[in-house]
């Protein structure tokens, strides 16, 4: 239980992270200015979604780390520090400084990243792999609608 709730504590703290790393008050009149994707959810549902995905991915991540020691599947805790940075990464460098190219780049980065967690926890956990498709499906999401941005703006 210990773990799951450093797990918890490391997932949301990472959106919180990424949060206080948006920038000043200007970054929201930059984003509300931008050419979006007509399939752009409203603002509501972005705090939702990271908060169901971070939960499920403390979930996987107790999980996965009840079954692999560090010594066995040593790429699991590598893997984990990369999603950390690469998710926290990703909001000053589209939302603070407005370099969308690169955002693109990162967000496709921590599509990866999360897809090797999908693989693996199929791989090693079964059906407890299920817990990383959220992740998965929100990433394609965002990432479409990043490079979306990207090309229209």
């Known amino acids: 239980m210990l773990r799951f709730i450093i797990f918890l504590i490391i997932n949301f703290g ?34 939702a979604a990271w908060s169901s995905i971070m939960l499920c991915y403390s979930i996987f991540m107790w999980k996965a780390s009840s079954v692999a020691e560090p010594r066995l599947y040593p790429n699991l805790y590598l893997m984990f520090a990369i999603q950390f940075v690469l998710n926290v990464m990703w909001n000053p460098i589209f939302f603070r400084w407005h370099m969308m190219g ?9 599509l990866f990243v999360v897809a090797w967690f ?21 990433l394609c999401i965002a990432a479409s609608l990043n490079i979306y941005a990207y090309a229209n703006n």
Do not use: D, H
Request: charged fraction near 5%.
């Open 14 to 47: 990472a959106l919180g992270i990424g949060g206080l790393m948006l920038g000043n008050p200007q970054t929201n009149e930059w984003y509300q200015s931008l050419n979006k994707a007509p399939w752009t959810p409203p603002s509501w549902v972005f705090g």
């Open 118 to 138: 999908t693989w693996w926890g199929f791989k090693n956990l079964g059906a407890w792999g299920l817990l990383m498709l959220p992740y998965t499906i929100w």
């Open 102 to 110: 690169l955002g693109a780049f990162v967000i496709i980065a921590l």
